[in-house]
Structure formats: structure tokens, C-alpha cells
T-cell receptor
Framework: GDSVTQMEGPVTLSEEACLTI???????????LFWYVQYPGEGLQLLLK?????DKGSNKGFEATYRKETTSFHLEKGSVQVSDSAVYFC????????????FGKGTKLSVKP | GAGVSQSPRYKVAKRGQDVALRCDPI?????LFWYQQALGQGPEFLTY????????KSGLPSDRFFAERPEGSVSTLKIQRTQQEDSAVYLC??????????????FGSGTRLTVV
């Protein structure tokens, strides 16, 4: 079945460091891909999305490119801030499904001043 | 409302007790999903409603879990005879249309259930 694998955390960075969180997927169809973020004490929020190959999703300085050839959707940010500390989830929605998302296990990011 | 509202925010249940978790989606949203998030894990799909119709319940882990959305708005997830393995955060999400789910949807803050 469909699945998402993302890098294990926790990840600890200093402010202004570069961030990459790896995400790869397995899907039978042509999925849409998402990154969700969960700040401490809050619900999941959609960070960015891409619905077809080579699309780049971007928001709040974060970017991810849908790479069909490597089945990847890595999350990147050039300069992280303390306020980016959160848990990040990679997810996919298979094109043939009703709409339920399949999530990775999450990667906890801590940014130190 | 402005967002997806879930209640209670926290629930402690004794093993064997029945619980009911409520989700109030954004007004007018057609699609509604329930997810279960165990500690340190990603959310896992439980069930999906389109208006009042439960179109997919393949993720419900046992027949102790039951969900309903009788009028196509508020939804209730009921867990009978709770077990310790039911301890998790239960998340509700909704979207305006069926097509819109392709573009992501809005989650509530969840109900943290602890079975003791």
C-alpha cells in the first residue's frame, strides 16, 4: 500500500542554519504531496503542497519540490528561526482515494537562538 | 465557526468506559475526516464522511469504534469499552468540497484521550 517515509528526528539547529527534512513516498497512482506543521499545543496546519510532478510548493520561506523520478518531496529552508520549532509531517493523498491522507511519522525540529 | 472545533480537549477514561468525542467542522464543509495520532507517530486515517454519508470506515481499528454525522455537520466518534491502546489524540479535519481535499484540509486541535 501507499506509504510515506521521513527522516527520523529530533533535529536541532542553530538559528539561521539551513534545514532539509527528507521525505520519500510509495504510491500506486499519482499522489498529491503535502507538508503539515504542528506547533507546540496546536493542531496540524498545512504548510505547503504540490499536486503534480516538478511542482514546487512554498510558504513562509519553506520549499519542497515534487520529484517523481526519486519519489521524494524534501522540505527545505535556507535560514531557520526559533519560531520554526515544531513537528513537521510529510503526507500524501493518492489520486484514487476518497481523500484520506497518509502521513509520515513526523520530524521534530528544535531551533536554538 | 472560524475553524474546526473539537471537544473535549482532554479526556481521561477508565478502562472499559465508553467515550464520545465531538467534532464541529467549519460551517458548510462537505467532507469530514477522523484520524488517530498515537504518541510520537503521524496521524492515521479512521473514517470519512461526505455530508451525512460515511463513505469509508476502513481505518476504524475495531467494532468498538463508531462514528456518525447524522445531519451532515457535527460528527461524533464513539469508543466503547475503552482499552489502554486507545490512548491517543483524535483529530478531526474538514474541507469545503470533495475536490478541495486534493489541496489539503483544515484540522482541529484534537482530543487527547488517556485510558487508565
Amino acid at each position: 500500500g501507499d506509504s510515506v517515509t521521513q527522516m527520523e528526528g529530533p533535529v536541532t539547529l542553530s538559528e539561521e542554519a539551513c534545514l532539509t527534512i527528507n521525505c520519500t513516498y510509495t504510491a500506486t497512482g499519482y499522489p498529491s504531496l503535502f507538508w503539515y506543521v504542528q506547533y507546540p499545543g496546536e493542531g496540524l496546519q498545512l504548510l505547503l503542497k504540490a499536486t503534480k510532478a516538478d511542482d514546487k510548493g512554498s510558504n513562509k520561506g519553506f520549499e519542497a519540490t515534487y520529484r517523481k523520478e526519486t519519489t521524494s518531496f524534501h522540505l527545505e529552508k535556507g535560514s531557520v528561526q526559533v519560531s520554526d520549532s515544531a513537528v513537521y509531517f510529510c503526507a500524501l493523498k493518492d489520486g484514487g482515494s476518497q481523500g484520506n491522507l497518509i502521513f509520515g511519522k513526523g520530524t521534530k525540529l528544535s531551533v536554538k537562538p | 465557526g472560524a475553524g474546526v472545533s473539537q471537544s473535549p480537549r482532554y479526556k481521561v477514561a477508565k478502562r472499559g468506559q465508553d467515550v464520545a468525542l465531538r467534532c464541529d467542522p467549519i460551517s458548510g464543509h462537505v467532507s469530514l475526516f477522523w484520524y488517530q495520532q498515537a504518541l510520537g507517530q503521524g496521524p492515521e486515517f479512521l473514517t470519512y464522511f461526505q455530508n451525512e454519508a460515511q463513505l469509508d470506515k476502513s481505518g476504524l481499528p475495531s467494532d468498538r469504534f463508531f462514528a456518525e454525522r447524522p445531519e451532515g455537520s457535527v460528527s461524533t466518534l464513539k469508543i466503547q469499552r475503552t482499552q489502554q491502546e486507545d490512548s491517543a489524540v483524535y483529530l478531526c479535519a474538514s474541507s469545503l468540497t470533495v475536490v478541495e481535499v486534493t489541496y489539503g484540509y483544515t484540522f482541529g486541535s484534537g482530543t487527547r484521550l488517556t485510558v487508565v
